[in-house]
């Protein structure tokens, strides 16, 4: 299983303190280095404020060498399809080819508000989303030389050359929720991996099949999905240092427990290995407090080698 490094910055995070642990994270040998994508604090202040996910992974791509980078995810409703086409494939070129793309239909009313973004009905939002999905990987795949078109309900491109392309034949694109229809629809249709969040083994196991399900019916082998698991993450060496590390982020150890991994690094490895069961090959541990890095090291020493 792969072990990637999620991160919420609009949480409270200067680049100064992302770079530190996505340096941390490619020393240690992760997989990924992914944040969120978003503009207000879910608690808190969120001092020094919010910072831009794809300005943040354009400076991390030339900080870095090897670790992947990306979203998890970017809301449709934050920018326009052909734009965000041309800046995911612009960070690609500057990473040599290590981007993927999280996209997501966009839940946070708040932060839409606040800057002035528009926030329609669910049913408009995942329209939008798709229209989204079909535009930029259509922009990304077509011949060099050619011209795109498209219009849709809410989008409209013309005469776009699609360039630049990636550096990647194919940028990986993350489709993931717990919508029990269009969310597997969509990633059966366009993405290269589904990802499940924040919720015990139950759900984790229906998601899965529902998503097997929407591939078979669109005729797509389901092998041929990658299917991740992101968690809220808290690793200590023995119960009193897990409880630490609970409390300075504010948790519930019995929540983490149940929808994240949570506990010693024998406890989260048999957690690992319970969702490998699943069909789960990749895990997003999300670390809340990105000044530990010494939790950074402590995932890569005693639970990385266990299940890579």
Known sequence: MLLRVFTEPQQGARHADLLAVVRRAEDAGYDAFFRSDHYLPFSGNGRPGPSDAWTTLAGLARETTRIRLGTLVSPATFREPAVLALQVAQVDDMSDGRVELGLGAGWFAEEHLAFGLGFPEPSERFDRFEEQLEIITSLWSMPVGERYTFEGAHHRVVDNPGLPKPVQAQVPI??????????????????????????????????????????????RDPATLALSYAATTVVGRDDAEVARRVQAIGADATELRRDG???????????????AALGVDRAYVQLLDLADLDHVDLVASEVMPQVA
């Open 174 to 219: 993350i489709v993931g929720g717990g919508g029990k229809r269009r969310t597997p629809q969509l990633a059966a249709q366009y993405a290269t991996e589904f990802n499940i969040g924040f919720c015990d083994l139950d759900e984790v196991a229906a998601r899965v099949g529902r998503v097997r399900a929407a591939c078979a019916a669109a005729g």
């Open 261 to 275: 991994l949570c506990g010693t690094p024998a406890e989260v490895v048999d957690r690992l290995g319970a969702l």
